[in-house]
């Protein structure tokens, strides 16, 4: 880091954000940003990470406060503009086109032209080519996105920026989608950054990563600011107990737990799509009573599908699906809902509805199966039962909402998530399918809804686990499921593999031989 710069590049000073109609994002909270650091800004869900960093890219407007950029007050009134002024964002979901190379992706929108407004490849690609080079990243810029790994996507979306001369960008989760062999290469990256003068900002929820990568931590709670530390004088646990006002507790929450009898069974499942594009290969595995099944993988290996298949959105060309001895293969969907809860990956648009009110988002699939929110035989809906529920799951999962009648869309991402674990976790089904259950989720919130993953798991419950935090299957899982190129390569018991050799079976789809097993 930059120590010699005592004047801070950045200062926001007293920033207020309300959403209507009374939820405070942002309660007079004052922090700066040095030139040349690398400045992390951790906090439960709600309590205004996301907002804070949206008002300096210029995504949300402040209701109060002052920023100072330079030394001068700044109001930028677009993304456009923040990014002219050199600050810009790389968001958690990658925004390039697939059907581009990577310099057709950078340059777009800001394209060299010849005369008469003709587009100067041979130029483009010079200019694309020498930012790799000068920053050290390892691309093809003649290579299409769409046969690149996530964590070069990630690279061209920090080099698009770059391309454009920001000095500041604002990272939103940049390691959610990344391997564990994947992270230390970014986090080279952005140190390499930092030391050419850059000042890099990023929201993280993984407090080990926010220590070893960042220079200074900035803790939020409930909209309030906590406190500004140096990463190399604090732990996670002191930074997990600012963020949550209380201890939390990191190492392993798995006990030993009898398994009862087969559950889940999956057999055979062979699935292609449209292009003949196997995307499952002969899968079979189960999941018994009162045991944790992870699944591990890199994205785009197949947990999609295995999913969308066990869900009924789509059907396998060979193999079958059956829970408690009961084909589901080809069953409506209301029938598999009798017999398993679902949380998906995506919660926008496959968990909720997010105009409705959130008390309906609670009770959704409750209402069909469950006789206590019917009345008159089923015609109508008893909304103080609802209502009540509704209360019941805020208090249980800590949601921080204003009304149960306010729109799902409303909430923050975790308490979306919250909504939506709360509604499935409450279902009393023997097969339990989890798809990223607690992406987005804050330390203490993940706590949470582990103990109640496993105390699912000691009422004898089935739960298969799709997760991309490899940390999160080590806590809670029996068993690991890696899932490569559509193959089941490995089913390992916890106690009996490692992070590591589970990233590489993601990567590689084998054992490493220099490694014993």
Not at 395 to 412: C, G, H, I, T, Y
Request: hydrophobic letters at 40%.
């Amino acid at each position: 880091m930059n120590s010699s710069v005592s004047t801070p590049l950045i200062e926001m000073q007293h920033m207020v954000k309300v959403f209507p109609p009374d939820v405070v994002a942002l309660n007079d909270v004052t922090v700066a940003f040095k030139q040349g650091e690398i400045h992390a800004i951790v906090g439960e869900n709600g309590a205004g990470k996301s907002t804070l960093m949206k008002i300096l890219y210029a995504m949300e407007a402040m209701d109060a406060g002052q920023i100072l950029y330079r030394q001068q007050p700044v109001n930028f009134i677009s993304t456009g503009d923040a990014i002219a002024n050199g600050i810009g964002m790389v968001h958690q979901e990658i925004l390039l086109i697939p059907e581009y190379s990577i310099w057709q992706n950078v340059v777009l929108g800001l394209e060299p032209v010849k005369k008469f407004g003709a587009l100067d490849e041979k130029k483009a690609l010079a200019e694309v080519q020498k930012k790799i080079d000068e920053f050290g990243f390892n691309l093809d810029p003649k290579a299409m996105v769409r046969d690149i790994s996530v964590a070069a996507q990630q690279k061209v979306e920090i080099l698009k920026l770059l391309y454009r001369n920001v000095s500041v960008l604002i990272m939103d989760e940049p390691t959610a989608v990344l391997t564990p062999q994947e992270i230390p290469q970014l986090f080279n990256e952005l140190r390499r950054l930092r030391d050419n003068g850059h000042t890099i900002l990023f929201i993280s929820h993984r407090l080990d990563e926010v220590l070893a990568l960042s220079d200074r931590i900035t803790v939020l709670r409930r909209g309030k600011m906590i406190g500004t530390v140096d990463s190399s004088t604090t732990t996670k646990e002191e930074l997990a107990k600012m963020m949550v006002g209380r201890e939390v507790i990191f190492t392993s929450l798995r006990k030993p737990n009898q398994h009862g009898q087969m559950v889940f069974q999956a057999e055979h499942i062979s699935y292609h799509d449209a292009d003949r594009v196997p995307r499952l290969q002969d899968i079979s595995f189960h999941v018994s009573s009162g045991e944790i099944v992870g699944i591990a993988g890199v994205e785009g290996n197949g947990q999609f599908e295995l999913v969308n298949s066990i869900m009924g959105l789509i059907t396998p060309q060979q193999g079958n699906y059956s829970i408690n001895g009961k084909d589901i293969t080809r069953a409506e969907i209301l029938e598999r809902r009798k017999l398993l809860s679902y949380v998906p990956q995506d919660r926008k648009t496959m968990g909720s509805s997010v105009t409705a009110p959130i008390a309906e988002n609670m009770v959704m699939t409750h209402h069909k199966l469950e006789s206590r929110f019917q009345k008159w035989k089923g015609f109508v809906l008893d909304f103080k039962e609802i209502s009540k529920f509704a209360q019941e799951i805020k208090e249980r999962f800590s949601v921080s909402m204003a009304s149960p009648d306010a729109a799902f869309q409303s909430l923050s991402g975790g308490n979306q998530q919250k909504v939506i674990l709360g509604r499935e976790l409450s279902l009393n089904s023997p097969f339990v399918l989890l798809d990223q259950p607690t992406r987005g989720l804050d330390v203490g919130s993940i706590e949470y809804v582990h103990e109640q993953i496993l105390a699912m798991r000691g009422q004898q419950r089935a739960i298969l686990l799709i997760s991309s935090d490899l940390d999160e299957l080590f806590r809670i899982a029996d068993r690991i499921l890696v899932l490569h190129r559509g193959k089941l390569v490995a089913d390992l018991p916890v106690g009996k593999t490692s992070i590591d050799e589970i990233g590489y079976l993601m990567l590689e789809g084998k054992f490493n031989e220099k490694q014993t097993h």
